[in-house]
């Protein structure tokens, strides 16, 4: 299995450091409000990316964590007037619904920030004796970026040319402002309640020390693998290395991969653009979230995704498409035509996880078992979809949740016929038929499955 390393800026094999594992480290959401379908190209992303390590035969441990505390979530807890971990439970719990409709496998451990204060203290405690980090005259905790010679390894930047004796209090900055960055950030009024006691005093940890702390309590001083959107790369992944070297005096992470963002009209889809779609908007319109994810999946991980309606259509198509051939298919001994179309899907995946060549070969089985006839084609559907995850066979078909405008129908539908109305019984009978769905009629009332 071949990924692209934004570190080495090559194309490289992945393979574990120990127990055939890989250790997969992936910034999870700062849970202030619902995530949009940005954050989950990136987290679908990683989805393809651990199905991939366990689809060659790997074990995988994924950590991610849920920023809990942070400017946003305090803001927002605060305008609220509510509890931060009250307001925080609202989002993640959000989260990890929105995470099961779009079949994106759970990692193994997800640990929130407000329940790991006490690492985080820890390792600046160690960053301050090494003599890296110093406390400045607003009392927050800084790491100084010029006692770490390592420092912009990830993200290329050309120490020459930087202003580097600035400092900045904010987690989120630009290349060109680079300078020493905050790791504990001490009480201000505006934080209200929010706070821990340090050896610093009152205040709360930066977000970047927040991953340093958490991937190594869970997978170890150096691991396999770390990802995130794009955007992570510089300053936040940075940071996280500089953190985790200058403190152990170790290697970090070997293999960092980073997602190219979702874009509206092609601009980034984000919630200060304010041009953003959460899964649940989408939903509303009638989408499910197997043909959300289908279009999140469906274009190299390292190229921009521009939103579009129209794909969400052509998902819908596409995979009515495949469930009708996957219907057909039984298991036996595999064809080698359909031997050949998994071989090339298997080679496609393990090519940095190229999805759109993945698909390709997935459609090109589809085109011969419905020409060919299908028999034998089911084991090579099902280890397809060990990686897609949108394939349905047999009685998922049967559980698929029936989308909110597919509801409505069958609402009025229902109506109709208690109104003994048959001509717009019928109409909306064809109507739910075009959305895809077929309607039966019985004692007990309608049911409603996937055509
Ligand atoms: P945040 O909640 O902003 O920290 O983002 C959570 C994850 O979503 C990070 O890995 C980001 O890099 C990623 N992300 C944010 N916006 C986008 C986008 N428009 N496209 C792809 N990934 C994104
Ligand atoms: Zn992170």
Not at 69 to 83: F, S
Not at 94 to 110: M, R, T
Not at 164 to 176: F, I, N, P, S, V
Request: charged share 25%; aromatic share 10%; with cysteine.
């Amino acid at each position: 299995m071949n990924v692209y390393n934004s570190l080495t800026r090559r194309i490289e094999e992945l393979k574990p450091i120990a127990d055939n594992t890989v250790r997969l480290y992936t910034c999870g959401p700062t849970v202030y409000n619902f995530a949009h379908i940005g954050n989950f190209r990136a987290y679908a992303f990683e989805d393809i990316l651990r199905r991939v390590i366990q689809f060659n035969g790997m074990k995988i441990r994924q950590v991610m964590n849920l920023t809990d505390v942070d400017d946003k979530t305090i803001r927002g807890a605060n305008a609220a007037g509510v509890a931060l971990t009250d307001y925080t439970k609202t989002y993640k719990d959000a989260f990890f619904a929105d995470l099961k409709k779009l079949n994106i496998q759970p990692a193994e451990v997800y640990p929130a920030a407000t329940d790991h204060i006490p690492e985080m203290i820890a390792l600046v405690e160690k960053l301050m004796e090494k003599g890296v980090a110093y406390q400045s005259d607003d009392g927050s905790v800084y790491f100084k970026v010029r006692e770490f010679p390592g420092y912009g390894k990830l993200a290329h930047i050309d120490f020459d040319n930087q202003r580097t004796g600035l400092r900045c209090a904010d987690d989120e900055y630009d290349k060109e402002n680079v300078g020493d960055f905050a790791l504990w950030k001490a009480w201000e009024p505006s934080d209200g309640p929010v706070g821990w006691d340090s050896p610093w005093g009152r205040g709360r940890p930066g977000w970047h020390i927040e991953c340093s702390a958490m991937s190594m309590k869970y997978l170890g001083e150096t691991f396999d693998l770390h990802t995130g959107g794009i955007d992570n790369l510089f300053p936040h992944h940075e940071n996280e290395i500089a953190q985790a070297e200058a403190a152990t005096g170790k290697e970090f992470v070997r293999t960092w991969m980073h997602c190219a963002h979702l874009r509206v009209n092609g601009e980034k889809m984000s919630k200060s653009a304010g041009n953003f779609f959460t899964l649940r908007d989408l939903l509303e319109k009638g989408y499910t979230g197997r043909e959300i994810r289908y279009v999140l999946i469906n274009a190299h991980y390292r190229s921009g995704l521009n939103f579009a309606f129209s794909a969400l259509d052509d998902a819908r198509k596409a995979l009515t498409r495949i469930d009708a051939c996957v219907a057909q298919a039984t298991a036996g001994e595999v064809p080698d035509w359909a031997q050949k179309h998994l071989d090339d899907f298997t080679a496609a995946v393990n090519d940095d996880l190229n999805i759109p060549s993945a698909f390709a070969a997935l459609f090109a089985l589809v085109r011969d078992a419905n020409g060919k006839g299908a028999a034998g084609t089911l084991d090579v559907f099902r280890r397809m979809d060990e990686v897609l995850g949108v394939v349905f066979f047999g009685n998922e078909r049967k559980n698929e949740e029936i989308p909110a405008d597919v509801q409505a129908l069958l609402d009025a539908r229902a109506e109709a016929r208690k109104a003994k109305n048959w001509a717009e019984s019928d109409r909306l009978r064809d109507e739910i038929a075009a959305a895809g769905w077929a309607v039966k009629d019985s004692k007990e009332g309608q049911t409603c499955t996937r055509r």
